[in-house]
């Protein structure tokens, strides 16, 4: 399994009576496609947060690609996250003063990606996201925002990760942008064999994808015992 | 990467960094260079004489003794006669005198009048003798031997003519003008008050006040120089003198001698005591100099932590993103530790060089007012250890917001 939640539970420390997460059951197989939906405050951040290991359950068990992410150190979960998980978002995917290039090195910076053929990987990523070679070195607070998407993907990709994870990446793009970019996301993520955790509050996407779930169905938090 | 990231980051906001580094660079300058004048003021001033035991003038405190007679700053009090000084000097302890004549000028430096022996036996920082660059003693009644900065300062040469003026202002209006001196020697560069000084006999101070009466010329009354050598210009009376002893034990009773000597109030000093008095003075002005540039120092090292905590309010989705590619809280608390450096770093460079410059440019300006001599070498130990502590206390200050990021990065 890619990713597998068993009686999964998350309470933020401000409020820890206030469940955002309760997940009895859910998996993903590997090379997968999901769509997850549901409206804004549903615990969709938080679910993909905890997938990434960014923040940790409260109880249960968190697997992602095989490995048990509740019962690695900090350290651990924070190379683990680098090496095979790559996050994409509907803003601050980069370093704005950074640029292009820089941006993608500071993510392989992390991993255990190779130096050796890094350029050159680097080059051809930007070259399938339709990055110009002169836009690849300004900082990139200086690209429009359908160019900055695209070189989130390169970053989030760099280091050939399993699973991607796509937080509303194309919310703040337009109808046009929107669906050249989820069309090259899926082409590059089939090409590469990643499993996609995509979740959004806009339904009309959700026929790019194999698989949709509604969150709701997933999480309940206000379940009775 | 880890250093790409952090000077990028800086120039990212270059302008809130750039006055940042101003502020430690300033407070740098400031810290440094008190240090460096104290430590150079302290040595200087400790070479200023030696291989002289005893200082005697009219009765007076020992450090304003020290200061007219050593220094040439301030006026004597009083003079002593010469028939005391022939006393005294005459004394069984006594190994060598010299006379000291104080009272006029030459441009603004002091003149002072003595006898050839002072160049055989006033020495300065640890028993350096007086060297010519040029030329002899004084033998000539109208003779000149100039400090090496007069010289320089006034580009003077061996042969030259001075007139001396009377009075110690530096513009003065009543010149000794009837009687011009020759310059027959140039000394080389003490880093003494000796520098400033222009050495004559003291039968040329007599030979130019002898148509003088209470300070004032009298008309029509001129000497020509062969008159002169045949005058008896013996002085009558003396500003001090310095006394060499034939053991060093004898020092104390002949110092009591002099201060009980009956026929004329005198001071005798031991220049050493009365040097580290005169420095102990200054200890608690040095004290509150160090203090007000460490307060300054302090204040600035707070402008960094404010500038640096206000920047990771600014840089939270920064600090969310490279924990989303992998970045350990830890690299985010040394990512903001290193930025603090890299901008101390600046500032110490900035700050070395900028107080270079100034002593370059102030060194003469302290030479010629203050008679300081400050070497534009600030490489000391002392140095070193004022910006290991910078260093050291940039990394203290720089701790509460990389703390801060830290924390940031382990909630999220």
């Keep these: 399994m890619a990713i597998h939640l068993q009686n999964v539970s998350f309470a933020y420390p401000k409020a820890p009576q206030k469940k955002v997460l309760d997940i009895q059951h859910w998996s993903v197989a590997p090379g997968e496609q999901v769509f997850i939906h549901g409206p804004s405050g549903g615990g969709k951040s938080t679910l993909l947060n905890l997938l990434s290991g960014i923040l940790q359950a409260d109880h249960g068990e968190v697997s992602v690609l095989g490995e048990r992410l509740d019962q690695m150190s900090n350290r651990r979960r924070d190379r683990f996250r680098a090496n095979h998980i790559g996050c994409v978002f509907q803003q601050f995917n980069l370093i704005p003063y950074l640029d292009a290039i820089d941006n993608i090195r500071l993510a392989a910076h992390f991993a255990a990606t190779k130096q050796a053929t890094l350029n050159q990987e680097m080059g051809e990523l930007l070259s399938a996201l339709g990055i110009a070679p002169s836009d690849r070195c300004k900082p990139t607070a200086q690209l429009s925002i359908g160019q900055q998407q695209r070189v989130a993907i390169a970053r989030a990709l760099i280091n050939k990760p399993q699973l991607l994870i796509a937080d509303e990446p194309s919310s703040s793009l337009d109808q046009h942008n929107r669906d050249a970019f989820i069309t090259l996301l899926m082409s590059l993520v089939k090409e590469h064999e990643i499993t996609l955790l995509f979740v959004s509050h806009d339904l009309s996407l959700s026929h790019h994808f194999g698989r949709v779930e509604a969150l709701s169905d997933i999480n309940t938090p206000d379940r009775m015992y | 990467m880890f250093m790409r990231l952090a000077c990028k980051s800086l120039l990212n906001r270059r302008g809130s960094v750039v006055l940042t580094v101003l502020a430690l660079t300033v407070s740098l300058v400031v810290l440094l260079g008190v240090e460096h004048i104290r430590q150079q003021a302290r040595d200087s001033f400790g070479n200023t004489v030696s291989g002289v035991d005893l200082i005697v003038g009219a009765r007076t405190g020992s450090l304003n003794l020290l200061l007219?007679?050593?220094?040439?700053?301030?006026?004597?009090?009083?003079?002593?006669?010469?028939?005391?000084?022939?006393?005294?000097?005459?004394?069984?302890?006594?190994?060598?005198?010299?006379?000291?004549?104080?009272?006029?000028?030459?441009?603004?430096?002091?003149?002072?009048?003595?006898?050839?022996?002072?160049?055989?036996?006033?020495?300065?920082?640890?028993?350096?003798?007086?060297?010519?660059?040029?030329?002899?003693?004084?033998?000539?009644?109208?003779?000149?031997?100039?400090?090496?900065?007069?010289?320089?300062?006034?580009s003077h040469k061996l042969g030259d003519q001075v007139v001396l003026a009377h009075g110690i202002a530096s513009t003065s209006f009543s010149l000794h003008d009837d009687k011009?001196?020759?310059?027959?020697?140039?000394?080389?560069?003490?880093?003494?008050?000796?520098?400033?000084?222009?050495?004559?006999?003291?039968?040329?101070?007599?030979?130019?006040?002898?148509?003088?009466?209470?300070?004032?010329?009298?008309?029509?009354?001129?000497?020509?120089?062969?008159?002169?050598?045949?005058?008896?210009?013996?002085?009558?009376?003396?500003?001090?003198?310095?006394?060499?002893?034939?053991?060093?034990?004898?020092?104390?009773?002949?110092?009591?001698?002099?201060?009980?000597?009956?026929?004329?109030?005198?001071?005798?000093?031991?220049?050493?005591?009365?040097?580290?008095?005169?420095?102990?003075?200054?200890?608690?002005?040095?004290?509150?100099?160090?203090?007000?540039?460490?307060?300054?120092?302090?204040?600035?090292?707070?402008?960094?932590?404010?500038?640096?905590?206000?920047?990771?309010?600014?840089?939270?989705?920064?600090?969310?993103?490279?924990?989303?590619?992998?970045?350990?809280?830890?690299?985010?608390?040394?990512?903001?530790?290193?930025?603090?450096?890299?901008?101390?770093?600046?500032?110490?460079?900035l700050g070395s060089s900028l107080l270079y410059m100034v002593l370059v440019v102030a060194g003469d300006l302290l030479a010629s007012e203050f008679?300081?001599?400050?070497?534009?070498?600030?490489?000391?130990?002392?140095?070193?250890?004022?910006?290991?502590?910078?260093?050291?206390?940039?990394?203290?200050?720089?701790?509460?917001?990389?703390?801060?990021?830290?924390?940031?990065?382990?909630?999220?």
Aim: aromatic share 8%; proline share 4%.
């Design chain 2, 68 to 154: 007219y007679s050593v220094f040439h700053m301030g006026s004597p009090t009083n003079n002593i006669s010469w028939d005391s000084y022939q006393k005294i000097a005459s004394g069984k302890h006594v190994a060598w005198a010299v006379p000291i004549a104080l009272g006029d000028s030459y441009r603004g430096y002091r003149v002072m009048g003595s006898t050839p022996d002072y160049f055989t036996h006033f020495s300065y920082g640890g028993k350096r003798k007086l060297q010519f660059t040029s030329g002899k003693a004084f033998a000539e009644v109208l003779d000149v031997v100039l400090g090496s900065e007069v010289a320089k300062k006034l």
């Design chain 2, 371 to 412: 008679g300081l001599h400050i070497s534009t070498n600030i490489g000391s130990e002392s140095t070193a250890y004022i910006m290991l502590l910078m260093i050291f206390s940039t990394v203290i200050a720089a701790a509460i917001p990389s703390l801060k990021a830290y924390k940031n990065a382990r909630r999220k």
């Design chain 2, 180 to 349: 011009p001196f020759n310059v027959v020697g140039i000394l080389a560069p003490t880093g003494t008050p000796v520098d400033q000084t222009v050495h004559v006999s003291l039968q040329g101070i007599e030979a130019i006040h002898i148509d003088w009466q209470q300070g004032v010329k009298m008309p029509g009354n001129t000497v020509s120089t062969e008159q002169l050598a045949k005058m008896d210009l013996q002085p009558a009376n003396i500003t001090a003198f310095m006394l060499g002893l034939n053991s060093k034990i004898a020092t104390f009773r002949v110092q009591r001698e002099i201060n009980n000597y009956s026929r004329e109030p005198l001071t005798a000093i031991l220049p050493g005591v009365a040097l580290s008095e005169l420095w102990q003075m200054m200890a608690t002005f040095e004290h509150t100099l160090r203090l007000i540039s460490a307060c300054i120092l302090v204040s600035a090292l707070l402008g960094l932590s404010a500038m640096l905590l206000a920047s990771i309010r600014e840089r939270e989705h920064e600090i969310q993103l490279l924990r989303v590619i992998g970045a350990p809280p830890m690299f985010l608390f040394l990512l903001i530790e290193l930025e603090a450096l890299l901008i101390s770093f600046a500032a110490i460079a």
